[in-house]
């Protein structure tokens, strides 16, 4: 069966940065775009960024421009998110999900969530 | 950036009552609209795609509606699992952006 199965929590200091990783089985990877996204305490679901398994292409949210990285190992089927220059209000889950169409239309499989948590 | 504006932000009904939610979106998004579920602590999951059709392992209690501008999610009859936060989610091509609703509330009467 599908899976995508994320890395532990994580507590950061303000500046710092995070790496969350979302490993996939049950399913050829590399025929599947993967995305992510988070969603702030009591809040709603925020985009962060596509990456496409058609021609490998990252498309990110504008706000987060400059500070997210995300890249694929298709070795060991892992995906991976990088936020940099963490700020209190990146305090939040992060997931990722896999996306069918490769083009954001909307996503079947979801990993559990990773807390990501900024304190000082 | 198109905006989608979910209704009512909750909505009180008892098991066994039809739901039905809306979602508007700011321009035309043809039929790219997507609905999911959310329960307290767990990842959203996928319940309709393309306006219309219900995902793998999805109830037919629930059906999806709509195009262009104006959505819906009706779940004909409610069940105890069925109390839970719904979503609505947007791709357009142009301007390129993929956006979610603020989400409607489905709580116990």
């Known amino acids: 069966q599908v899976q995508l199965v994320q890395s532990g929590a994580e507590v950061k200091k303000p500046g710092a940065s995070v790496k969350v990783s979302c490993k996939a089985s049950g399913y050829t990877f590399t025929s599947y775009g993967i995305t992510w996204l988070r969603q702030a305490p009591g809040q709603g679901l925020e985009l962060m960024g596509l990456?496409?398994?058609?021609?490998?292409?990252?498309n990110y949210a504008q706000n987060l421009q400059g500070r997210v990285t995300l890249t694929t190992d298709t070795s060991t089927n892992t995906a991976y998110m990088e936020l940099r220059g963490l700020r209190y209000d990146d305090t939040a889950v992060y997931y990722c999900?896999?996306?069918?169409?490769?083009?954001?239309?909307?996503?079947?499989?979801w990993g559990q969530g990773t807390l990501v948590t900024v304190s000082s | 950036e198109i905006v989608l504006t979910q209704s009512p932000a909750t909505l009180s009904l008892s098991p066994g009552e039809r739901a039905t939610l809306s979602c508007r979106a700011s321009?035309?998004?043809?039929?790219?609209l997507a609905w999911y579920q959310q329960k307290p602590g767990q990842a959203p999951r996928l319940l309709i795609y393309d306006a219309s059709n219900r995902a793998t392992g999805i109830p037919a209690r629930f059906s999806g509606s709509g195009s262009g501008t104006d959505f819906t999610l009706t779940i004909s009859s409610l069940e105890p699992e069925d109390f839970a936060v719904y979503y609505c989610?947007?791709?357009?091509?142009?301007?390129?952006?993929?956006?979610f609703g603020q989400g409607t509330r489905l709580e116990i009467k």
């Open positions: 990456f496409s398994a058609y021609n490998g292409d990252t």
């Open positions: 321009r035309s998004v043809s039929y790219y």
């Open positions: 999900a896999r996306d069918p169409s490769d083009e954001g239309h909307y996503f079947d499989y």
């Open positions: 989610q947007q791709r357009s091509s142009w301007p390129p952006s993929i956006t």
